[in-house]
């Protein structure tokens, strides 16, 4: 191993963990040291394909390797918070699939042990380093959809049924995340229903609504009975709209110079006589790189210059405040739910306090 190579430990072979391991192998600034799962079969697939990469049931294994320098965890959610908090504890970088931990309390303490070590703490959030989103949020940032009416998607497929976590915390989390990023801004109440149609499992259907302080509102609907996959987004804007479908192999965003315009007659500004734009429409050009690579090479990054993540720790718990707000409202039939300051904010209240 160079000297100026990251050490990488991956806990978790199931159905992501060969992902990372991939792609950390592929970057000539990493490389993969060590990967822990507790069934030998796992790791013994990954020993067949990456024959350097040295496998091990036990996780204490990757914490005491002085060789690595930071840990890839994809685990079941309730084992995100004590892998990481341990990794973390060991002096370890850490990346860990979404989302974050089961709780919102649980990532304040993960973010807050990451900040007192001066370690990096990011979160798998990998639809935001795909370029389909990173295009969108350029269009966002730059105003050429005019102001923001409205983010409606649908996220469904016929399964995976999860046994630790609802649709919204396995399918929703994608949107929350990816809302909040091209948004640049937090909302401020959730509203959200969902049904179980599996006895003893959690939810595999709802539909979550976000307000946010302006006129702007976010649906979201998910699925894990849905006969066909879909993966589709529409954003509405004062100048243009996007539909977004990451199932289309090439032209996954599509910006249409359609609209409304509103005119009021002067003798009655209380009557609006509205008026309807239809435009071009233009696929911008969306390169192919796999979101997973960008998100390892921004991870090295972060890692050797300090930088905050796109997906840091802060994110990952905004989103987690917005999940279990959901859930929150699932329980009281769709009741509205208030969500808090960002976590950055109240943190700089008590310090003036």
Known sequence: MRDDQLGIGVVGCGYWGPNLVRNFSINPATRVVSVSDLDPGRVGAIKQVYPAVEITTRYEDLLKDARIDAIAIATPVHTHYELAIAALKAGKHVLVEKPLAPSAELVTRLIDEADRRGLTLMVDHTFLYTPAVQKIRELLLSRELGDI????????????????????????????????????????????????????????????????????????????????????????????????????????????????????????????????????????????TEALQSEVEHFVDCVSTGRQPISSGLSGLRVIEVLEAASCSIAKQGAPVLLREPYGTRQRARAIA
Not at 171 to 181: E, G, K, N, P, T
Not at 183 to 195: F, K
Not at 196 to 201: F, K, M, R, T, Y
Not at 206 to 218: K, Q, R, S, Y
């Open 149 to 288: 009416y409205y983010y409606d998607s649908t996220r469904a497929s016929l399964g995976l049924f999860q046994r630790d976590v609802n649709v919204i915390w396995d399918l929703a989390v994608h949107d929350i995340s990816i809302i909040q990023h091209i948004l640049d801004e937090a909302p401020i109440a959730v509203s959200a229903t969902g049904s179980c149609h599996v006895a003893g499992s959690p939810e595999n259907m709802a539909h979550i609504t976000l307000f946010f302080p302006d006129a702007c509102v976010a649906h979201v609907s998910v699925n894990w009975l849905s006969p066909v996959k879909v993966r589709q987004t529409f954003i509405g804007g004062s100048k243009k709209m996007i539909v977004y479908d990451d199932l289309e192999p090439t032209e996954k965003i599509k910006v249409y110079d359609k609209g409304i315009t509103l005119d009021a007659p002067p003798e009655d500004a209380h009557q609006f006589r509205i008026g309807y734009r239809a435009g071009d429409m233009w696929a911008p050009h969306i390169s192919t």
